[in-house]
């Protein structure tokens, strides 16, 4: 197997944090400027073990809210001839092959820049990292897909235009990974890695242009506040003193309630109810992981006063 993202992953063993946002909003605590270190992320280090430049939290654009992840060309590096530079990130645990849907949004500014790589991986021996869902937009505005562990590539037949947002989705399962753009499905091939994906990484070669990235969800989990704050988890006040309360919607139940610090341990657990008691955490951020009476979750990131 190639250790191809070996680069820019090695982080990965020491990152098992509790579930966190990723929309890049400032809300959650993201900030402009470099994402290294934001939230568990990292990025491509350069000869001197240093992280390269420009894969930034930027408000330029953003496919909803008004923050994106953009991965750009950093001068003062050489081209690649394989996708290596840019940001990744380790979840905070892994996610089942047999029953998996990873999506988000991508803008790309420019053809005949860089090829840019967006997808999920897995691990599965020591330092060693298996591709599992991976959309390559080839800089001719070609489409392919990853198809082996050796980062062989196949043609999804699905030519890409640049300045405009798409909807990526992969849908996994034990047997297959199937890739839609924009709700329509575009591409099936078999499940070669059968692998648990453990975490996501956003690449370039570095040629030239920009990508921009946004939104991510997971099961159809909405990992965002600013996407919370539209309905679909209500957590208020936030920040919160003592008393958080939860407000599902639809009518959902509250089941069960997971608080996390930023290092992955849990410090609280509450069943049944609809608001939280906090007042013995310490002042910091922590993640609030929900589930309803019908097994579906919820993440939000609180900060305690």
Known sequence: MKNKYLLILSFV????????????????????????????????????????????????????GTQSLKISVDENENFGWFPIYGAAKAFDRSYNFVNTTVEFDVFITELDGSTFEFGTFGIVDTDEFMPVSIYSFNYTGNLEVVNSEDYDYENANFTWEANRWYKLKSVISDTDIKFYIDGALIHTMPNFSQTDITGINFVHDNFGGSAYIDNLKINDEVLAVNDVTKGNIKLYPNPVKDILKLNLPNGEKVLNIEVYNTVGQKVSEFKNVDKINLNHLKSGVYIINLKNSTSKTYSSKIIKQ
């Open 13 to 64: 063993s020491s990152f098992a944090l509790a579930q966190q946002t990723i929309s890049f909003e400032s809300s959650e605590a993201y900030s402009l400027g470099t994402v290294y270190q934001q939230n568990g992320w990292e990025v491509t280090l350069n000869s001197d073990d240093l992280p390269i430049n420009n894969q930034v939290i930027t408000t330029e654009k953003a496919s909803s």
